[in-house]
């Protein structure tokens, strides 16, 4: 996994549960506090998601196959939304059942200040790991709002940490002020309603990380900064002349495919064709360096034909590229993306062994 999936992060939110899980729940041994078995369940559920995260990054590590040409970089979004189905299930779920039952069968809260001492010490470790994890997302957060970069993160490891942080030290005041309560009135019923916020906390939680996890395992395009930067890079103006469409994904948190439909001179030879196709990938990599797997098929613009209809490659949504004119542009007898007219090759075919102009390679 590289620096910005945030390493440095996992490794320090995973010691800090293991030594508050073990703290919370020799707390609730001596003390009898549903807060407390909640919360060391609630911080080995934790342990266990940051292992999740961590075996992720090192799977999507491994070379791609003939079976997976793209690579294994998604596997980093397979185990993130574990990691959510882990918070809702051992997380939250048994938070809410412990809640319950403690506040249909209350008791009294003994040894007071094994829990009340539990807590604080984890509301420090659970702080050192959330600074840790700020400090980390700093380095890539840009100007970005959190909200804005938990939405828009194509790492899910720092998100992830963040919210799990963010969660626990909610959970951990939640479970003091339950804890609290339940001292001070004599009453454990309160004791039991922290315990279920708590549950409902980390459900919340996790609805939220799986919801982003989803989005980036359907697969998401660059961001809107990436888009404009390859749209400038591969526009040269004398023999690319435009984009007609294009199409990018990531496979990997640092893995972009970049898929192009673009508009050539009809007077090139396919030589000079073929040479500004590589001039544009490598402009298209010095921009973008995560854009490893590029994709340029050329075509002849015609204003007459793009007037005619709409363009069946056309980005739904997508920015307009460079040169790009109204909705209904299209290339002279354009196809849908990836298709060619019945007997041509597509662009870029070669006979095995050659690689084929525009290749990702």
């Known amino acids: 996994m590289s ?13 800090a549960n293991l030594a508050i899980a073990v703290a919370k729940f020799v707390a609730f041994l001596f003390s009898g506090s549903s807060s407390m078995l909640a919360e060391s369940v609630h911080s080995l559920a934790d342990s266990g998601n940051q292992g999740l995260l961590l075996l992720g ?10 079976q997976h040409p793209f690579g294994y970089g998604r596997e ?41 001492g539990v807590l604080v010490f984890a509301i420090i470790a659970e702080g050192f790991s959330f600074r840790t994890a700020i400090a980390e997302s700093n380095q890539t957060r840009g100007k970005l709002s959190w909200t804005q970069f938990v939405r828009r993160a194509k790492a899910p490891e720092l998100p992830v940490v963040l919210l799990e942080d963010f969660g626990a030290l909610v959970g951990l005041v939640l479970a003091l002020g339950g804890v609290g309560l339940a001292l001070g009135t004599g009453d454990g019923v309160w004791d039991g309603i922290g315990t279920l916020c708590i549950g409902i906390l980390l459900i919340v939680i996790a609805i939220v990380l799986a919801a982003e996890t989803k989005s980036l395992l359907l697969g998401e395009a660059a ?12 526009v040269d103006g004398d023999t690319v002349t435009r984009i007609i469409h294009m199409r990018t994904l990531h496979l990997g948190p640092e893995e972009l495919l970049v898929a192009a439909k673009i508009a050539v001179r009809a007077e090139e030879s396919a030589a000079e064709v073929a040479e500004a196709i590589n001039a544009a990938e490598n ?3 010095a921009a973008v360096p995560i854009a490893r797997v590029i994709y340029l098929e050329p075509d002849i613009y015609n204003a007459a034909a793009a007037a005619a ?22 290339p002279a ?8 007219p019945a007997g041509d090759a597509p ?7 050659d690689e084929p102009a525009g290749s990702g390679h």
């Open 57 to 66: 990054g090192k799977k999507a590590q491994r070379e791609a196959t003939p």
């Open 3 to 15: 620096a910005s999936g945030g390493t440095k992060a996992i490794v320090a939110a995973l010691a």
């Open 223 to 234: 961001g809107i900064e990436d888009v404009e930067k390859i749209q400038a890079s591969v």
């Open 309 to 330: 209809g709409t363009n069946p490659g056309k980005t739904p949504g997508g920015p307009a590229a460079p040169g790009d004119a109204p909705a209904g542009d299209a």
């Open 76 to 116: 980093r979004y397979i185990y993130a939304f574990l990691v959510s189905i882990v918070l809702f299930s051992v997380g939250g779920m048994f938070a809410i059942y412990e809640g319950y039952e403690k506040i249909k069968h209350p008791h009294e809260i003994e040894a007071w200040y094994w829990p009340v």
């Open 333 to 340: 007898g354009s196809t849908p993306a990836g298709d060619a």
């Open 347 to 353: 662009a870029g075919d070669a006979p095995a062994g």
């Open 283 to 285: 402009r298209i990599r």
